[in-house]
């Protein structure tokens, strides 16, 4: 932890890469939902030295917001998402840790919901769910429909609020390193008994910006399924 003063207590992680038109408006909408809140936060930018520029746009940002409000914790190269979670989560200084898109797929309106729910029931995890009633997926491809079949409850979703101690032992025994890390992060905390709440949500396919979902990508993250339903009882 830096220093000995006080931090916020939520911290936001948003992995980026390529994401420079994203970007402002993610943060614009941070602000904008979590001032309604009241509670103060973070948010940790961790890119992974995307060529647009994403770090030029979040210095900016950071002018804009304040260094203590927004922090950028780049690395030197495309590392993977489960990684950069973890890169971030050294960082953090709340007690509380958020996961989430910067591509404007998980929309921060979201956050509020998800804390409060949090603290009606003093849950370890909050998920944002996006199978059940009032949420939905808008604008998936088929190949990821196939991937992701819909379940009682979203395994595979990336928005989502843990107890920052909770998410440190996760990842202490975590192995997967790439998309299917967030999935792994459910089978243990199911394993552990850990407590979860859903948040329905609606989830938008990226406007701006490339998908990274390559063919590599989807094949470590098959590969990276089958391993974690044969290791993870
Ligand atoms: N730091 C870092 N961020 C990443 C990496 N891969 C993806 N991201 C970010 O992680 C988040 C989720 O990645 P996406 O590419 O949106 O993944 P997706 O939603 O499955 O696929 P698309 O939206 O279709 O591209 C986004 O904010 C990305 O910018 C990576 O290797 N390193
Ligand atoms: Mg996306």
Not at 70 to 96: C, D, S, V, W
Not at 212 to 226: F, P
Request: hydrophobic share 40%.
């Amino acid at each position: 932890m830096p220093g000995n003063r006080r931090g916020p207590e939520y911290s936001i992680i948003l992995p980026t890469y390529n994401e420079k038109d994203n970007l402002p408006i993610c943060l614009w909408l941070i602000e904008k939902c979590m001032k309604d809140t009241g509670y103060s936060y973070e948010v940790i930018i961790v890119d992974d030295a995307s060529p647009d520029g994403t770090q030029d746009i979040a210095k900016q940002l950071i002018k804009e917001f304040g260094e203590e409000k927004i922090i950028l914790k780049p690395r030197e190269g495309k590392l993977g998402l489960g990684t950069a979670y973890i890169h971030g989560m050294k960082f953090a200084r709340g007690n509380f840790i958020i996961l989430m898109d910067a591509d404007l797929s998980h929309h921060p309106k979201f956050i509020p919901e998800m804390i409060r729910l949090q603290k009606q029931k003093n849950y370890d995890i909050i998920t944002g769910t996006r199978y059940s009633l009032g949420g939905g997926v808008v604008g998936w491809d088929l190949r990821r429909k196939f991937l992701l079949q819909p379940g009682v409850s979203d395994l595979t979703g990336s928005f989502r609020l843990y107890k920052k101690d909770i998410l440190a032992k996760l990842i202490s025994e975590s192995v997967s390193k790439g998309y299917v890390f967030q999935m792994e992060m459910m089978f243990r905390a199911k394993k552990h008994g850990f407590t979860i709440g859903e948040v329905p949500i609606t989830f938008v396919d990226r406007f701006f910006g490339e998908s990274k979902l390559g063919a590599q990508e989807v094949i470590s993250y098959a590969k990276g399924l089958l391993y974690l339903f044969f290791t993870v009882s």
